[in-house]
């Protein structure tokens, strides 16, 4: 496309959002006061805790698993995987893979033995034969810290979205925008808790689904079914050629940048497995066998959704080229929104409706996921903090609901504030960051918790603490805060750790310190409670 071509075609979008806005506004308004509704309405069916945390534990393997594949499928799979794809080819598809193949990990380790083993948190298997106040401190410290993280990348992409469609540029307008989604998160958890949250997640999963569906649809129409073109096209689009079609592009032009790849394939594979809000998905099904199903089902829907990802990020490429992309953001985050006013017709109603839909949909993703979240960090902090270390197991269900609710409004703060910070960076990347902070922090210990008979509650407490502080420590004087025209605080460079993702490290580090502080531990296994807690996690007998 030539530099003229080019201009004209943003100039010619820009007006066009521009004239249907109050069509655009009025669909998205739609969407957002449907998914409230549900909320009210589910709200008023949540009379106790275990509606609360566990939405009563009525849902059935299907409808589990629709609300698993909608509380997985988030912003940075829709906007982020869509626009590194678009802009990377190869290397970008690597999240769709690694996201994926993370569910193995989930259904074969985690899953069941979780739901057999566990009540509401984490921090209720942990804490079963190990001392229960320091474990089950650090299991909400922990929760709550990678949830933040993940919200931030949801942030980032509400502020994207919201500002292409409202047009606006200033950073006070996307501050906003992410102000707003905060609100709108803390409602979402506190009027419906988890019966609140599945509802909305499950009408997301089939709207994200049928709009993906219908936009790999169009794109494949556009170059006649046949997959060869749309990817040659793509790759002279791009500027690249064939390189982009290969490995290397983002990762692989030097060593570090390899090591890198092999981290962050790391991280996105065995974080699933460690992440809170998917962890807390599995109590709210009636059996174990729902909670295997479930995962099944999960497994299908989103291994649809990420091959339809390669549909849209080569799409994208091959039909708006890589310089549009990056001149409404330069992280390729709102590839796909684009690519939908595209395909409808760009300065048409039917690219405006198009557009819209699309955005309200993955607008109603962040929403559903970002209050996924806040559960999952309440919860935490109610249940294994307030409830069991605070307060020694003598608060009542009110007061733990209370808290719960109390802390929700802290948590959407703090993430507003961090999210702000955020709103220019790739969200698949930073969500690639709370898989490595997950897999670090909670997977070794849950693993170790339910397979190893000598762990401690040392050992427990290395891993956690030292898995997260590692993680974190490793992530800020990593090239992601400084160091690079694209990294959250670009005017300065305090970066001396060179890879953007510290799961190569950290997840290793994790692992061996919850052995050695077992292993070094003064403090005798409890054989007995392990003994029980391997009964109950295979056989779900005695589970709530």
Same mark, same amino acid.
């Given at each position: 496309m030539s530099a003229a071509a080019h201009s004209s075609s943003l100039v010619l979008a820009a007006s066009s959002t521009t004239e249907h806005r109050p069509l655009i506004i009025s669909l998205f308004a739609v969407f957002v006061a449907a998914t409230l509704a549900i909320t009210v309405w589910a709200g008023r069916q949540t009379k106790s805790a275990a509606d609360f945390y566990a939405g009563g534990r009525q849902f059935t393997a299907f409808q589990n698993g629709l609300a698993v594949s909608g509380d997985y499928m988030s912003a940075?799979?829709?906007?982020?995987? +869509?626009?590194?794809?678009?802009?990377?080819?190869?290397?970008?598809?690597?999240?769709?893979?690694?996201?994926?193949?993370a569910?193995?990990?989930?259904?074969?380790?985690?899953?069941?033995?979780? %739901?057999?083993?566990? %009540?509401?948190?984490?921090?209720?298997?942990?804490?079963?034969?190990?001392?229960?106040?320091?474990? %089950?401190? +650090?299991?909400?410290?922990?929760?709550?810290?990678?949830?933040?993280?993940?919200?931030? +990348?949801?942030?980032a992409g509400a502020g994207v979205l919201v500002a292409l469609l409202l047009g606006i540029t200033g950073d006070t307008g996307k501050i906003l925008i992410v102000a707003l989604v905060g609100v709108l998160m803390i409602l979402y958890v506190t009027i419906g808790g988890m019966k609140?949250?599945?509802?909305?997640?499950?009408? /997301?999963?089939?709207?994200?689904?049928?709009? +993906?569906?219908?936009?790999?649809?169009?794109?494949?129409? /556009?170059?006649?079914?046949?997959?060869?073109?749309?990817?040659?096209?793509?790759?002279? /689009?791009?500027?690249?050629? /064939?390189?982009?079609?290969e490995p290397g592009l983002k990762y692989g032009a030097t060593g570090v940048s390899k090591l890198d790849f092999i981290s962050l394939g790391i991280a996105l594979v065995l974080g699933t497995a460690g992440l809170p809000h998917i962890l807390i998905r599995f109590y709210t099904v009636p059996t174990a066998k729902a909670a295997r199903k479930s995962v099944n089902w999960a497994i299908g829907i989103i291994g649809a959704f990420y091959l339809m990802t390669i549909a849209l990020g080569f799409g994208a490429a091959a039909l708006i080229g890589p310089d549009e992309i990056k001149a409404k953001n330069p992280a390729g985050n709102a590839a796909a929104p684009q690519l939908a006013e595209y395909l409808g017709g760009v300065g048409t109603t039917g690219g405006a409706v198009l557009l819209a839909v699309i955005s309200a949909v993955a607008f109603a993703t962040i929403l559903a996921v970002v209050a996924g979240l806040t559960l999952a960090s309440s919860s935490s902090f109610a249940h294994d903090i307030y409830a069991n270390v605070i307060r020694r197991g003598k608060a009542t269900e009110k007061e733990e609901m209370r808290a719960a609710r109390w802390a929700t409004v802290a948590i959407g703060i703090v993430s507003i504030a961090l999210g702000a910070m955020a709103r220019d960076l790739n969200v698949a990347g930073l969500v690639a960051l709370a898989f490595a902070v997950a897999a670090s922090a909670n997977l070794p210990t849950i693993l170790y918790s339910l397979f190893w008979k000598r762990f401690t509650t040392q050992g427990a407490l290395w891993s956690i603490y030292g898995g997260l502080a590692s993680s974190v420590v490793l992530v800020l004087f990593s090239p992601v805060v400084s160091g690079k025209a694209s990294s959250m605080f670009p005017d300065v460079d305090f970066a001396w750790f060179p890879l953007e993702n510290p799961g190569l490290i950290s997840i290793p580090l994790g692992f061996l310190l919850g052995w050695i502080g077992s292993v070094v531990s003064k403090e005798e296994p409890d054989t007995d409670k392990y003994a029980e807690l391997e009964v109950k996690s295979l056989t779900g007998t005695g589970a709530h």
């Open positions: 940075a799979s829709f906007l982020g995987i +869509a626009g590194a794809i678009a802009l990377f080819g190869y290397d970008g598809f690597l999240y769709s893979i690694g996201f994926l193949v569910w193995l990990v989930a259904l074969l380790l985690v899953a069941e033995p979780l %739901r057999n083993s566990g %009540r509401y948190t984490m921090g209720d298997v942990l804490a079963y034969r190990m001392r229960q106040r320091p474990v %089950r401190t +650090a299991a909400g410290v922990s929760t709550i810290v990678v949830s933040i993280f993940y919200l931030l +990348a949801q942030m609140g949250t599945t509802w909305v997640q499950m009408v /997301k999963a089939v709207l994200l689904i049928a709009g +993906a569906l219908l936009m790999t649809f169009m794109v494949l129409w /556009k170059f006649d079914f046949n997959v060869s073109d749309l990817l040659g096209t793509a790759a002279e /689009k791009s500027g690249h050629g /064939k390189a982009f079609l």
